[in-house]
């Protein structure tokens, strides 16, 4: 008797919570951001860490900012992309473009001038744009 009220209690514990299990897709997608400005230093020293200031745009209110992807694409080029979070399960959103500024940490670990190259968008063709900053380390 015992042993059947506990596979009972077990059983309905499951269907309790399978039932609050959302199976639909996710509700958000990344995307990402176009960077309008970055404040960087004049230069670089060696094994310092710096906070790298970045204004973009956010193209409605449905989406939000999610961080950063910063790729080596060599020893000191790097480019870099805003990720937003785009809400899928809104009907409406304020499609009003607002901008914002978010920072993320950059150590310097080599002797050279970096290149940062920003993300801006895609051109008509599809290619990616960027805006690059040069920063030399002294």
Not at 20 to 47: G, R, T
Not at 69 to 95: A, H, L, M, S, Y
Not at 126 to 136: A, D, L, N, S
């Given at each position: 008797?015992?042993?059947?009220?506990?596979?009972?209690?077990?059983a309905?514990?499951?269907?309790?919570m399978?039932?609050?299990?959302?199976?639909?897709?996710?509700?958000?997608?990344f995307?990402?951001?176009?960077?309008?400005?970055?404040?960087?230093?004049?230069?670089?020293?060696?094994?310092?860490?710096?906070?790298?200031?970045?204004?973009?745009?956010k193209?409605?209110?449905?989406?939000?900012?999610?961080?950063?992807?910063?790729?080596?694409?060599?020893?000191?080029?790097?480019?870099?992309?805003?990720?937003?979070?785009?809400?899928?399960?809104?009907?409406?959103?304020?499609?009003?473009?607002?901008?914002?500024?978010?920072?993320?940490?950059?150590?310097?670990?080599?002797?050279?001038?970096?290149?940062?190259?920003?993300?801006?968008?895609?051109?008509?063709?599809?290619?990616?744009?960027?805006?690059?900053?040069e920063v030399?380390?002294?």
């Amino acid at each position: 008797m015992k042993k059947s009220f506990f596979r009972f209690l077990f059983a309905a514990a499951v269907l309790l919570m399978n039932s609050c299990i959302n199976d639909d897709a996710p509700n958000f997608h990344f995307v990402p951001l176009q960077i309008v400005s970055a404040d960087l230093p004049e230069f670089f020293s060696l094994n310092q860490t710096y906070q790298i200031r970045v204004t973009y745009n956010k193209p409605d209110a449905c989406t939000s900012f999610s961080g950063f992807d910063v790729t080596p694409k060599d020893v000191t080029i790097r480019n870099v992309v805003v990720i937003g979070t785009k809400r899928t399960d809104q009907e409406t959103c304020d499609e009003t473009q607002t901008e914002g500024v978010a920072t993320f940490g950059f150590e310097v670990q080599h002797f050279q001038t970096y290149v940062f190259r920003f993300w801006q968008g895609e051109n008509a063709n599809g290619e990616q744009q960027y805006f690059e900053v040069e920063v030399p380390v002294i």
